[in-house]
Structures are given as C-alpha cells and as structure tokens.
C-alpha cells in the first residue's frame, strides 16, 4: 500500500492525558500536513512540514500541541493535558515539492477526550 | 482571511437525477482549487484541481468548473456508491501551502 497511513485509528483517552498520533506519508513527498476535523465541518489546517523543516504553524495549534518530523520521513503529533475540546478527526496529509500539488490524505485518528 | 462557502450544506436526489454543488471562494490569489470526496470515517480522497478560470475537469460521472469567484461540481446520472460529503479547498499564492476548506455537501442518492 503506498498511501498515507496513520495510526492509531482510534483513541479514547481520559482528560489530562497525553497522546500521540504518528502519520507516515507517500514516499516520495516532501511535504506532511496536519489538519483537523470536527464533524460536519471541513478540516482544518494545524501545521506543515516540508522534509524535517516545520514551516508554519496555525493559531489553532496552542502549545499543548507539537509536531515533529525528525528525518524528513514519518511524522508525530503530540497534544498534551488534553481537554475535551481536543476531541475530532486528525487527518495527516502529504504532497509534493512545488505548485498547487494535490494533498493526499490517510484515514485519520479519531480521538474521543472523555 | 481566505474564505470557502459551500451550498448546499445536503442534497437529496433519486438516482439519475442530475445536480448541481456550489462553492464560493475568497482568496487573495488562487494557485488552486481542489475538490475532494469524503465517506464517513475516512479521510478526504482528492478529486480534482483546477488552476484557472475557464478551466473544467472530468471523472465518470463529475465534472468540476472554476470561474473567480466560484466552482461548481456537476453530477451527471448518479449512483448511490456517488453518496459521500464532497469538499471544496482554496490553495492561496504566497508561502502558505494549506489549504483552506468549506464545510461540504452531504450528497445522498436514492436508487
């Protein structure tokens, strides 16, 4: 299978606690996005990578949020003390170098905060 | 602020009743338009771009049109399997690469 894969699928975690979300993109991208979704609206941009360097940032992501590529190749993203509020679909993406190239998206980790 | 409207928010049809589906954008400067197909559970699966006004693309039954201002996905003869939320993103010129998206149309077809 050469598409974007994440795991886990699910997690259900307690307030407070830590989780992380690991995305391993289409080898041959340079580029890893981070989006969320809540549901019935579209996803939302968090933050983007091309190779290991993190290039922008949303206002969304507070500094409970961190994202890491640290060779270039798969991608973590951490939220710490999480809140209920952290509940949704995170959707990890991936592209090429250059234009307005297609992001190819994986199945999300679905996260319940309770 | 980029912004992305999608209308309408659900569309109901028997199949081969052909549609319509509407998104409006507000972009400082539009590197693409993109329109994705989303199922429950899943992730969005990329559909087309379009990089120009004037500009249309096809696959089977869709068909996506670009003017300034709007894109349009015309459904032609759908099937049920046609049945997911299709969603509209702006890629905006300048260093960003993100894209922006509406909210989508849940689309249903009845057989």
């Known amino acids: 299978d050469t598409g974007v894969s994440q795991n886990p699928r699910h997690k259900i975690t307690k307030r407070g606690q830590n989780v992380t979300f690991r995305c391993d993109p289409i080898?041959?991208?340079?580029?890893l996005y981070w989006y969320r979704q809540t549901l019935g609206q579209g996803p939302e941009f968090l933050t983007y990578f091309q190779n290991e360097a993190q290039l922008e940032k949303s206002r969304l992501l507070s500094d409970r949020f961190s994202a890491e590529r640290p060779k270039g190749s798969f991608s973590t993203l951490e939220i710490q003390r999480t809140e209920q509020g952290d509940s949704a679909m995170y959707l990890c993406?991936?592209?090429?170098?250059?234009?307005?190239?297609?992001?190819?998206f994986g199945p999300g980790t679905r996260l319940k905060v309770t | 602020e980029d912004q992305v409207t999608q209308s309408p928010e659900a569309l109901r049809l028997q199949e081969g009743e052909s549609s319509s589906l509407n998104c409006s954008y507000t972009v400082s400067g539009l590197r693409g338009l993109f329109w994705y197909r989303q199922d429950p559970g899943k992730g969005p699966e990329f559909l087309f771009t379009?990089?120009?006004a004037g500009e249309e693309k096809e696959k089977e039954r869709l068909k996506a049109t670009l003017t300034k201002k709007e894109s349009f996905l015309h459904i032609t003869a759908p099937k049920p399997e046609d049945s997911a939320t299709y969603l509209c993103?702006?890629?905006?010129?300048?260093?960003?690469?993100?894209?922006?998206f509406g909210s989508g149309t849940q689309l249903t077809v009845l057989p």
């Open positions: 993406a991936s592209s090429l170098t250059g234009g307005a190239y297609e992001q190819y």
């Open positions: 993103a702006v890629q905006a010129t300048g260093s960003a690469r993100q894209l922006t």
């Open positions: 379009l990089y120009s």
């Open positions: 080898s041959e991208h340079n580029r």
